[in-house]
C-alpha cells in the first residue's frame, strides 16, 4: 500500500514522493505497534546504563581513606580492599565465612568484595558492645546517612529501576 501511494506520489512529480509514507504511516504504526512498544523497554535500559556507567566505581571519603561503591543488579558492593583499610581490627577469614552470598566477586569485575547488607553486619557485630570503636560507629552512621543513600541517588537509580 505504502508501496503503492509512493508511485502515485513520483507520477505526480518528484517532490510528491515522500508523501506515500506519510500516508501510510498510521498503517505502519498499526502493523508494528507492538514491536515498537517493545524496543521502549531496551532503550531506557540504555539511557540508564549510559547515565549511571560514569558512577561506576567513584570513590567516596571516610576519615581520608577512598571507598569505591558499585551498583550491580540492585545491590551495593564495596571491595574487600577499600573496606579493610577502615575496619579495625582486621576482618578475618572466620568473619568473611559467616557471611555467605555477601562475601564475593563482585559481578561485573574481578576483586573481591561485601555487599551493603554484609558490611552492616560486620559493622552491627563490631559497635553493639560497650568497647566498641569510636571509629566504627562513625562509618557505620556516615554509611547510613551519607553514602549509601547517595549511591541509591543516582538519576533513576537502579537500586530504584532496572
Known amino acids: 500500500m505504502s508501496y503503492l501511494a509512493w508511485k502515485i506520489g513520483a507520477r505526480l512529480d518528484e517532490k510528491y514522493s515522500p508523501i506515500g509514507l506519510v500516508v501510510t504511516s498510521p498503517l505502519w504504526g498499526h502493523l508494528f505497534a507492538r514491536d515498537l512498544l517493545a524496543i521502549l523497554p531496551a532503550i531506557k535500559y540504555w539511557a540508564e546504563y549510559a547515565a549511571l556507567n560514569k558512577w561506576q566505581g567513584k570513590y567516596y571519603v571516610f576519615d581520608g581513606y577512598h571507598l569505591r561503591f558499585y551498583l ?12 579493610s583499610v577502615l575496619i579495625k581490627p582486621a576482618i578475618a577469614e572466620r568473619e568473611l565465612r559467616l557471611l555467605g552470598a555477601d ?60
Do not use: F
Request: aromatic letters at 4%; glycine letters at 4%.
Open 72 to 83: 550491580v543488579d540492585d545491590v551495593v558492593w564495596l571491595p574487600l580492599k577499600d573496606v
Open 103 to 162: 562475601y564475593a566477586t563482585i559481578p561485573e569485575h574481578t576483586m573481591p568484595g561485601i555487599t551493603e547488607s554484609g558490611l552492616l553486619k560486620l559493622l552491627m557485630a563490631r559497635t553493639e558492645h560497650r568497647r566498641a570503636d569510636p571509629q566504627m560507629i562513625r562509618m557505620k552512621l556516615w554509611l547510613l546517612s551519607s553514602a549509601l543513600p547517595n549511591v541509591k541517588r543516582l538519576p533513576g537509580s537502579r537500586a530504584n529501576a532496572r
